[in-house]
């Protein structure tokens, strides 16, 4: 990516003259271009500081609240603050020092000339510089200079940026009723908007345009003269319709073609009649990454500012700055390429940890969950556990009040969240079955975990294994709920399913869930209990990791039953066969207890919206 904008940078000019003028309501963020001088005082004329009387201060002379001056009111004033001091007069007594005696006033305090009179040019006098050039205005800036009868000012132009989204498959946001198989919204642009107005550019979105060489040539060829920056969405990899480097060659130099970033990886650039045009990857983070990459600071380059690389990343991302962190688990970044990882990050024990996300490039959640970006530079291959990782924050987070849940995955816990964060805490998941949870809390890799996990031997609940891992250790434990378990099939149940023994038909498959997680543990069991081998149960080694998953994979039809909590199956509009209730508990160090983010969850558990939330969805029972 560097060496890419190095290329541009190295290919096309700086926009010249980059300058305009702007009335000042309209130039908030904008960088001035030259100094600016007060065109009138501020104030303008004597003013009074304080409510009172408007006198001639000698008439004051020793007065005290012992003994008040008299003075008749024809000799003084009213005036209120910020009003007109005549000329007549040269002080202002504060109402409090007076009192009001028929027609007469007594002053009970001495002042001098010019007590609370704001002579003219006080704050501001005319022809003082009161912005300089390089200033960003601001608020204040636009208030003090309209004050002081500047109307425009010298401003640094911003280039004009257009975007073109292209793709037969693409529909507008707007489309009205279920969208059709096969096309996607187009949502790109939204985050390209959103970028270019937290950077302060202005961006037009053209129409979408269809997978057709032609009219990507004419859309560029028409607007090539209104817009200093051209940027064009997809079509940059290997598909049949990805005509957008032949277009680009056909209308001038392809500077280059695929850079050594992932995502980002098919991005291309061509100088087309001097200008620059680039195209963002259809992949969301792809596009993100290039325009947070390359645009932005080609945008500075443009405006002829000075590179200021170890700036651009941060500021791009919003300003949030950077925090150092230890990798969570070991990372294998791809060979050859620079990779951007999306991450969250938590503090736990004083040690601050850094994660990666799950998900590609296409992945939107991931990158609207993340905290920020790392970036694994190009040359390095295995990150181990605990390796040191910068984290370019994307938003602001308060460490000391978020805490980490690993273990098993259940939506009506997902759903604390929001009851947490009105208790001004947070909570980030990680999905890891309840056996990865109860591990990652032996090795204090979070600050609570989750599981419900049935021991065959004993058929009781959980203790076997939290007493395996636990160790030494104090653990706190509690019951949240009982939820029920069962078979999640196709709405009408159409293959017939009723009971566990069924898994073993042959005409039937199923999705399984990852080794350690509870509901997996729970299907062992069953199996073991009727005597049926895994082998003999189609895509038992077929997994995912959340129940939501592994309903929605049976509502595609990709499976036909899953074992998963009646929740998912309601929220997938599939039929469920209850099969048992099981207890899912809690369980966190002792040393967790007072962290505000386990005070909150424990405070949050008695949300009474929560509860109701959860009662209207159903397959829970309250323990208390
Ligand atoms: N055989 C190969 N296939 C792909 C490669 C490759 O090297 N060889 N690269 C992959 C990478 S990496 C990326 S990134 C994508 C880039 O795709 P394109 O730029 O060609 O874009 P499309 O294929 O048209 O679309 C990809 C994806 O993005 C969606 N999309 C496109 N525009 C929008 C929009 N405005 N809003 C929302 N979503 C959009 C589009 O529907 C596709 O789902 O190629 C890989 N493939
Ligand atoms: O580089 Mo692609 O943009 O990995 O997804």
Redesign the pocket.
């Known amino acids: 990516m560097t060496v890419a904008l190095r290329y541009l940078r190295e290919s096309i000019a700086p926009l010249v003259p980059m300058r305009e003028r702007t009335a000042v309501e309209a130039s908030l963020g904008r960088a001035l271009l030259e100094d600016v001088t007060a065109l009138r005082n501020i104030p303008h004329y004597r003013a009074s500081a304080v409510d009172g009387y408007a006198l001639r201060a000698t008439m004051t002379a020793g007065a005290s609240p012992a003994r008040p001056v008299r003075l008749s009111l024809e000799t003084c004033q009213w005036v209120n603050t910020g009003g007109l001091v005549e000329p007549s007069f040269d002080a202002v007594v504060m109402v409090e020092d007076t009192s009001l005696d028929g027609s007469e006033l007594l002053v009970s305090k001495a002042i001098t000339v010019g007590a609370n009179v704001r002579p003219p040019g006080d704050d501001v006098m005319r022809g003082q510089i009161i912005a300089r050039e390089g200033d960003v205005v601001t608020p204040q800036h636009q208030a003090l200079l309209r004050a002081a009868g500047v109307e425009g000012l010298l401003i640094r132009a911003l280039p004009r940026t257009l975007y073109l ?3 037969d ?2 529909l507008p946001v707007s489309y009205e009723g279920p969208l059709p198989a096969g096309t ?6 939204i985050l390209l908007r959103g970028l270019f107005s937290r950077w302060g550019f202005p961006l037009t979105v053209g129409d979408i345009i269809p997978d057709d060489p032609a009219r990507l040539r004419q859309a560029l060829e028409k607007n090539m003269d209104a817009y200093d920056l051209l940027l064009v ?7 049949k ?2 005509y957008t480097a032949e277009v680009f060659s056909s209308l001038g130099d392809l500077l280059f073609r695929w850079v050594r970033t ?5 991005a291309m650039a061509a100088r087309i009649k001097g200008k620059p045009v680039l ?1 963002l ?4 983070m ?1 596009s993100v990454v290039v325009a947070m990459g390359i645009v932005f600071p080609l945008l500075a380059h443009l405006q002829g500012l000075p590179a200021e690389e170890e700036k651009a990343l941060s500021r791009a991302l919003g300003s949030f700055g950077s925090e150092e962190g230890e990798l969570l688990f070991a990372h294998s970044s791809p060979p050859g390429v620079e990779e951007w990882l999306r991450c969250q990050m938590i503090q736990i024990r004083g040690k601050t940890i850094v994660w990666p996300l799950p998900g590609g ?2 992945s939107m959640r991931a990158m609207s969950e993340a905290d920020g970006v790392a970036i694994i530079a190009e040359e390095k291959l295995e990150c181990p556990k605990g390796m040191k990782i910068l984290l370019h924050k994307s938003k602001e987070i308060s460490l000391e009040r978020r805490i980490l849940f690993q273990g098993s995955n259940d939506p009506a816990v997902e759903r604390l969240i929001s009851p947490i964060r009105r208790l001004g805490c947070d909570m980030v998941m990680r999905s890891v079955g309840s056996v990865g949870g109860l591990a990652a809390l032996s090795r204090g890799e979070c600050h609570l975990a989750a599981c419900h996990l049935i021991d065959p031997e004993t058929q009781s609940y959980n203790d076997s294994y939290i007493v395996r891992f636990r160790g030494n250790a104090q653990w706190r434990r509690r019951q949240l709920f009982f939820r029920q378990q069962g078979l999640i099939v196709a709405k009408g149940n159409p293959k017939g399913i009723s009971s566990v023994e069924d898994l073993a038909r042959p005409d039937l498959s199923i999705v399984n869930r990852q080794p350690g997680a509870g509901t997996r543990v729970l299907l062992d069991y069953l199996l073991t209990e009727k005597n049926i081998a895994p082998s003999f149960v189609k895509g038992y080694d077929r997994q995912c990791i959340t129940h939501l998953d592994a309903a929605s994979r049976v509502a595609y039809g990709l499976a036909d039953v899953a074992l998963g909590i009646k929740m998912a199956a309601e929220a997938m509009d599939l039929d469920f066969l209850p099969i048992t209730e099981e207890p899912y508990e809690i369980v966190y160090p002792e040393e967790c207890h007072d962290h505000p983010g386990i005070v909150a969850f424990l405070e949050a558990l008695e949300d009474q919206q929560w509860r109701a939330e959860i009662d209207k969805i159903g397959g829970y029972r309250w323990i208390c």
């Open positions: 989204p292209t793709g498959e693409i996607v919204p187009e949502t790109n642009s969405g997809a079509g940059s990899a290997k598909g319709k990805d992932r995502p980002g990886r098919p195209c990857p259809g992949f969301p792809s490039a296409s």
